[in-house]
Each structure stands twice: as C-alpha cells, then as structure tokens.
C-alpha cells in the first residue's frame, strides 16, 4: 500500500487559513469516511486532532476542520497561530482492512 | 483516561528480534477499544504496523505482515509487537496507540528502537 499524497510544506501568517490535501484511491479516502488528521510538534506524540472526515475531539480548537471531496480529504487550520507550526498527517481505512498514513506536512508560520 | 507506556529494548541487533510491550491503564485490554502499534523513522513520517482486538483478531501492514506479530495479555493488560528479520530500516520510534474507532486517539509516549551491531 501506498502512502497517501500530502504536499511536503504549507505556509501561512498569522491569522490566515491555510489548507492541507491528502489524496489517496478509491480503495481508501475515495471509500470511506475514515479519515483522520494528526498534529505532531518536534519531538512530541502525534495528536489526534479530526477523526471520520470532519470530527473534533471533544474540547479541541474549532480552528481545525476538515472536509473530503473524492479521492481527496483537507484539513484547514483557520485563524493560523504560532503554536500551529507543527508537522501534519493524514490516515485512512483502506479495503485491504488495513490504515495509511499520509507522507507528512510541515507547516510554517511566517 | 487511557493511558498508555511502551517498554522494551532500545538497541536491537541486525537480523534479531524485536520485542516490545504497551501497558494500558485506565482501560481493560478487553474492552471494545482496539490495539494499535504505529512507527516512525527518525526524521520521517508515520507507519502504521497492524492492530489487534481484544478477541485476538490481528490485521498487519501487507509490507510487515510476514514478520510481525501482535498479542494481547489479559492478566496483565497489556498487548504486545515482535517484529523480527531485522534491518537498519526498522529503526524507528515505536509508538503503541489505542482506537475507539478508525483512529489512534490514544498515543503512548514512543521508544526509540535502533537496530545496530
């Protein structure tokens, strides 16, 4: 399996929204609603921060959505803050019953 | 709140067998949650090795599946990874995860594990 396409770097000021591709096939993000996106700052455990396409965790920033269109899914980070900066990853269930992992984003704020 | 704390070796050697085990605290090993390890190369992105359910159903990364084994220890609530064939490739920073649903929402704090002679 293949990991999902994310681009390599995102930017963005402060107060901005930025937004993050993940492109999988129609055998993963294409089939189902199980995406997941994951924040991971330097040196720290990745954080689950938007489950089944669009979920939040209860009491997590409403500045993180996500959304899915096709083969693709997008995290957008809106009102973009200092402590945003963090490496990104995209999941998805696969029909092979298996999960992949997005290639990673970093994200910069300028 | 689930808690979760990896432990094993950190240095392994080429063509050896790794061995790790996650204790779970603030949830029994046997509930409907499922048991995942996750890894990560130093410098890398994440890599998902396979999962367990407490009923002993596994399903493994395709690319791992001929070398790696995860098993659940009830009496101890905690589960298990052995991976083994091992190369300089698998040197990474294991994490053991917890999943309520098509997610690890429940991360423990990661081991390095360098695979050298």
């Known amino acids: 399996q293949s990991a999902l396409t994310q681009p390599a770097s995102v930017s963005g000021s402060p107060g901005q929204s930025i937004t993050i591709s993940c492109t999988g096939t129609?055998?993963?993000?294409?089939?189902?609603?199980?995406v997941s996106w994951y924040q991971q700052h330097p040196g720290r455990v990745p954080k689950l921060i938007i489950y089944?396409?669009?979920e939040r965790p209860s009491g997590d920033s409403n500045r993180f959505s996500g959304s899915k269109s096709g083969n693709t899914a997008s995290l957008t980070i809106s009102g973009l803050q200092a402590e945003d900066e963090a490496d990104y990853y995209c999941?998805?269930?696969?029909?092979?019953?298996?999960?992949?992992f997005g290639s990673g984003t970093k994200v910069t704020v300028l | 709140q689930v808690q979760l704390q990896e432990s094993g070796p950190g240095l392994v050697e080429p063509s050896g067998t790794l061995s790790l085990t996650c204790a779970v605290s603030?949830?029994?090993?046997?509930?409907?949650?499922?048991w995942s390890w996750v890894r990560q190369p130093p410098g890398k992105g994440l890599e998902w090795i396979g999962e367990?359910?407490?009923?002993?159903?596994?399903l493994y990364n395709p690319s791992l599946k001929s070398r790696v084994t995860i098993s659940i220890d009830k009496s101890k609530n905690m589960f298990s990874l052995t991976l083994n064939s091992l190369t300089a490739a698998d040197t990474a920073v294991y994490y053991c995860?917890?999943?309520?649903?098509?997610?690890?929402?429940?991360w423990g704090q990661g081991t390095l594990v360098t695979v050298s002679s």
């Open positions: 129609s055998s993963d993000i294409g089939r189902y609603k199980f």
């Open positions: 089944d396409v669009s």
């Open positions: 603030g949830d029994s090993i046997i509930s409907e949650n499922r």
């Open positions: 367990i359910y407490h009923r002993g159903n596994t």
């Open positions: 995860g917890g999943q309520s649903g098509w997610f690890v929402d429940y």
């Open positions: 999941s998805s269930y696969s029909s092979s019953r298996t999960y992949v």
